[in-house]
């Protein structure tokens, strides 16, 4: 590619950042400014002037999804020449835990170590370690605060005080967490496994005690790439640490209002300060929002504000839809509303893959999810039952490459009839890992290890229904925020002034997701107790358009009482016909409140009906209220 094409359709403050001197480069990059174009841009352009060498370019990221569309895009730049095309795979990208197994990897070769094996199933080593107080339900807890624990480079004893002066909450007493955590450490060692923490830890502790190992880091990765930069936490950063060295060529991307992992270790002040990094950095911002309308973005911020934050992004799309703000009495009214704006978002998208449901808790999540189905809306699930995980631990004692390949073709090519959906995925990821593979030793030791670190997450049909946090750094075309409200958002676990400026930016990153519809819903009144909305909330701008002058037929219609309009008569008709054949009372077919709101929405077709009765009452109607208003 020819430099000057790698710079076609950059804005100025993009261009700047691409074309930054070699060195510590920081970009600050708000939400929907194009900071996967920046970053691909970038590596195209040093690549083009020769001052990096593309098999020597390493990026990083949080998830495989964003080092899997870094590849992509780097692959259609068209990097190198033709007769050099095998070169253009030697681009690296991949996460923190996948960098990490890669170079661990070629350490234990190089010292004739047997590679360490990732763990695919660590509650299943806590639950025997922890016994009972796993099993009562604190096992998750545990784990996260494990995680955290190593996040922070700290031992059981030390992450134990940490967390009692932080007032973060134990399922456990602070002892038996002690206890705990010591125990899994030795249960992981004892077994010969890591889980991904370790991976980290590793490298950092060989590059440490073994300069040379240090060097051959830096000298096989001499151009870094940060991607979320934000959310790296100490043994992230002390992991880029040792690939940057003395001479930084280091650029790192992030966006500080988009920090939502303080609870699982992450530093946000690591990006905005740098330490042993920000010397002679130079700092781009990229305020300018491609993705989202005006009004999605202005709410954005608005939420960022009343959280104590200041913002300055802006959005460059034309005006859109204003923002729907759906208050409910309870929360099954509001699980009834969001099956009804999904039915809605559906009927202007055109797409199930197109819509999002975002929540703060995976309970409300759970709930959201059963409330879809019920309403026959189709959900994306991520397949995880038992006979998935059967079949993969089945694969990951295989012993070659050959018996990998065989018991894939028994699942894909011979499969007996009652051949489950979960075999074959994991068929698919042996295909899928012996094809990156196609030389040297294989097993599935090994493959059970890509599968954990590297391997492409499954996709699937539907509504997407996430939590705030899973939902980072993807994007929808309609989004669906629900329980906007006291006790949820913030938390309530959200206790200290850091924890609920979290929530604030947490927010931010779910109103972000939308790119053209957003939908907002909260209650008055959750599980018994009173809620309301959200301070964050307050005096949100919906971004509600001028309203037009009504039509010669809405003002002749406006002019006419709701009792004695044609359309209201018909449907009374109906109701009361319809009343007597299922022998009760006519509100029981139809209240007037919903009666009134028909006729004055003039329902076209069953989706506008649905609209205003919501999935249950509108589905099992709408035949009989299109022939009723068809008649009049």
């Known amino acids: 590619m020819v430099p000057d ?185 004892k077994r010969g496994v890591v889980d991904l923490n370790d991976l980290i830890s590793l490298v950092v502790h060989e590059a440490k005690y073994d300069a040379a190992f240090a060097e051959s880091i830096r000298w096989q990765y001499r151009h870094i790439h940060v991607d979320e930069a934000q959310d790296m936490n100490p043994l992230q950063y002390s992991f880029l640490r040792v690939l940057v060295g003395n001479t930084p060529d280091l650029f790192i991307v992030g966006d500080p209002h988009q920090a939502i992992y303080g609870w699982n270790g992450a530093d946000h002040t690591l990006f905005d300060d740098l330490p042993d990094l920000s010397t002679g950095s130079y700092v781009v911002e990229l305020p300018s929002n491609y993705r989202c309308t005006p009004q999605i973005v202005a709410a954005a911020v608005h939420v960022l504000k009343n959280a104590g934050h200041d913002a300055n992004e802006k959005s460059l799309r034309t005006d859109g839809a204003p923002i729907t703000a759906v208050r409910c009495a309870t929360e099954q009214e509001e699980l009834a509303t969001i099956c009804e704006q999904a039915l809605r978002l559906y009927a202007v998208t055109g797409s199930w893959d197109s819509i999002a449901v975002l929540s703060r808790t995976n309970k409300l999540a759970s709930e959201i999810v059963l409330a879809l189905q019920s309403a026959r809306v189709p959900v994306q699930e991520i397949r995880s039952d038992r006979k998935y995980t059967a079949a993969l631990a089945e694969a990951s004692s295989l012993g070659s490459r050959h018996a990998l390949a065989v018991w894939a073709a028994d699942a894909i090519d011979m499969p007996d009839e009652d051949t489950d959906d979960g075999i074959k995925e994991v068929a698919m990821s042996i295909r899928m890992y012996l094809a990156e593979h196609p030389s040297g030793p294989a097993d599935g030791r090994s493959f059970q290890t890509w599968t954990a670190t590297t391997a492409p997450l499954p996709q699937y049909q539907g509504v997407e229904v996430l939590t705030f946090h899973a939902a980072k750094g993807r994007e929808w075309t309609g989004v669906i925020v629900s329980g906007a409200e006291t006790g949820l958002l913030p938390h309530s676990s959200a206790i200290s002034a850091e924890a609920r400026q979290e929530e604030g930016r947490l927010a931010y990153v779910a109103c972000t997701r939308a790119a053209q519809h957003l939908v907002i819903t909260w209650t008055d009144k959750r599980g018994g107790k009173r809620t309301g909305p959200s301070a964050l909330l307050r005096k949100l701008p919906l971004g509600e358009s001028p309203l037009a002058p009504p039509t010669a037929e809405m003002r002749s219609r406006r002019s006419v009482p709701i009792a004695s309009d044609p359309l209201a008569v018909a449907l009374k008709e109906w109701r009361s016909t319809a009343a007597r054949a299922s022998r009760c009372d006519p509100q029981a077919v139809l209240t007037d409140a919903e009666l009134e709101r028909l006729v004055r929405a003039n329902p076209q077709n069953d989706v506008d009906i649905v609209a205003v009765l919501g999935p249950i009452i509108g589905g099992r109607y709408s035949a009989r209220i299109l022939a009723a208003i068809a008649d009049q």
Request: aromatic content about 6%; cysteine-free; glycine content about 6%.
């Open 5 to 189: 094409d790698i710079l076609l359709g950059l804005d100025a403050q993009q261009l700047d950042a691409v074309t930054a001197g070699v060195g510590t480069v920081i970009v600050r990059a708000g939400a929907g400014s194009g900071k996967t174009t920046v970053l691909t841009r970038r590596v195209a352009w040093r690549v083009a002037n020769n001052t990096a060498d593309l098999e020597h370019v390493l990026a990083i990221t949080f998830t495989r999804q964003a080092a899997a569309e870094l590849r992509r895009r780097i692959r259609t730049l068209n990097l190198v020449d033709d007769e050099d095309a095998p070169r253009r795979s030697e681009f690296t990208a991949g996460t923190f835990h996948a960098i990490a197994l890669r170079l661990l990897k070629q350490r234990f070769d190089d010292t004739n170590r047997v590679a360490p094996l990732v763990v695919t199933n660590r509650m299943q080593i806590l639950n025997t370690v922890a016994g009972a107080d796993s099993r009562a339900g604190g096992a998750f807890e545990l784990l996260t605060l494990i995680d955290w624990a190593h996040a922070r480079h700290l031992g059981p004893a030390e992450a134990t005080i940490a967390i009692q002066e932080l007032g973060r909450r134990m399922p456990v007493t602070t002892q038996r967490f002690t206890e705990i955590f010591t125990d899994y450490e030795k249960a992981k060692r």
